[in-house]
């Protein structure tokens, strides 16, 4: 499996931005950011694939920007107008098996980081 290491977490107020990176050891398939907050179920909020074709939760969509440096071997998370209802621990994933749609269904990742924790503040 690819080693996934997230960083980037922390806490902000509401509007502001925060950076997320997540380092791997080798390219995937395809790549995504999940977050799970207390007590509600791990979702899918960016996915990025091999040919750079990306998708969004409509939650996210126009405030996140998820980017794949290959060189770098790092996928960022860009999240912009944080909100309170973004308070979440947010967990870096990658697909190495080729079961990739570009959606956020949960079999489609055989890797999984440790997750950062992100708090948004009103």
């Known amino acids: 499996q690819v080693q996934l290491v997230e960083s980037g977490g922390g806490s902000v107020q509401s509007g502001g931005s925060l950076r997320l990176s997540c380092a791997y050891t080798?390219?995937?398939?395809?790549m995504a950011w999940f977050r799970q907050a207390p007590g509600k179920e791990r979702e899918g909020i960016a996915a990025?694939?091999?040919?750079?074709?990306?998708t969004y939760a409509d939650s996210v969509r126009g405030r996140f920007t998820i980017s794949e440096n290959n060189n770098k071997k790092t996928l960022d998370l860009q999240m912009n107008s944080l909100k309170p209802e973004d308070t979440a621990v947010y967990y870096c994933?990658?697909?190495?098996?080729?079961?990739?749609?570009?959606?956020?269904?949960?079999?489609?990742?055989?890797?999984w980081g440790q997750g950062t924790q992100v708090t948004v503040s009103s």
């Open positions: 080798y390219s995937s398939y395809c």
């Open positions: 990025v694939e091999s040919d750079g074709s990306t």
């Open positions: 994933a990658a697909g190495t098996l080729g079961y990739c749609t570009g959606g956020f269904t949960l079999h489609e990742y055989d890797s």
